[in-house]
Antibody
Framework: EVQLVQSGAEVKKPGESLRISCQGS????????INWVRQMPGKGLEWMGR????????NYSPSFQGHVTISADKSITTAYLQWSSLKASDSAMYFC???????????WGQGTTVTVSS | EIVLTQSPGTLSLSPGERATLSCRAS???????LAWYQQKPGQAPRLLIY???TRATGVPDRFSGSGSGTDFTLTISRLEPEDFAVYYC?????????FGQGTKVEIK
């Protein structure tokens, strides 16, 4: 079964660092880009950026460039989304999703809830 | 960055009716790389349409996509109870991908 499994919910304080993960299985991990999508409470979807697991080439939305880091370790078929200093406004659900070529994002992770509160 | 504007914000319809959702882009983009997603409360989005008109695997044929350039449409020919949800369009034809703000299809 093709799936993306994300790490569990996180509760952090402002200023703390965090890395969440997305592990792919059931398909050739390096053949698909991994995207990260944010959804703030009650709001719409926002594309954050993507990574090519073959060479770790990344492409970020201007809205998120410099605020998060996307990385991947193809040896363990896992992609990551990382913050060095969280803010309360980073509280949201974060989804990973795979994509290839002219296709849309066809497989999604279950989402990771991040709560940042003092 | 390409801005996608979806209309209407909310569509109130009854089961069996036809739903027509619009997505307008601020500029054209490559190869009609436009996708539609369905999202239900508490769930991850689900890919319905990619390449503007190609249905994803397992998507019922009551869902269809059309359009080109800057104007795209998702049509649900006859609404089933499970179709009431929020729908997003997304472009992936530029270096910076973007989503529309969503259209909620609710039961009238």
């Amino acid at each position: 079964e093709v799936q993306l499994v994300q790490s569990g919910a996180e509760v952090k304080k402002p200023g703390e660092s965090l890395r969440i993960s997305c592990q792919g299985s059931g398909y050739g991990f390096t053949y698909y880009w991994i995207n990260w999508v944010r959804q703030m409470p009650g709001k719409g979807l926002e594309w954050m950026g993507r990574i090519d697991p073959r060479d770790s080439y990344t492409n970020y939305s201007p809205s998120f460039q410099g605020h998060v880091t996307i990385s991947a370790d193809k040896s363990i078929t896992t992609a990551y989304l990382q913050w060095s200093s969280l803010k309360a406004s980073d509280s949201a659900m974060y989804f990973c999703a795979r994509q290839v070529g002219g296709h849309g994002m066809d497989v999604w992770g279950q989402g990771t809830t991040v709560t940042v509160s003092s | 960055e390409i801005v996608l504007t979806q209309s209407p914000g909310t569509l109130s319809l009854s089961p069996g009716e036809r739903a027509t959702l619009s997505c307008r882009a601020s500029q054209s983009f490559s190869s009609n790389y436009l996708a539609w997603y369905q999202q239900k409360p508490g769930q991850a989005p689900r890919l319905l349409i990619y390449g503007a008109f190609t249905r994803a695997t397992g998507v019922p044929d009551r869902f269809s996509g059309s359009g080109s350039g800057t104007d795209f449409t998702l049509t649900i020919s006859r609404l089933e109870p499970e179709d009431f949800a929020v729908y997003y369009c997304q472009q992936y034809g530029s270096s910076q991908w973007t989503f529309g703000q969503g259209t909620k299809v609710e039961i009238k």
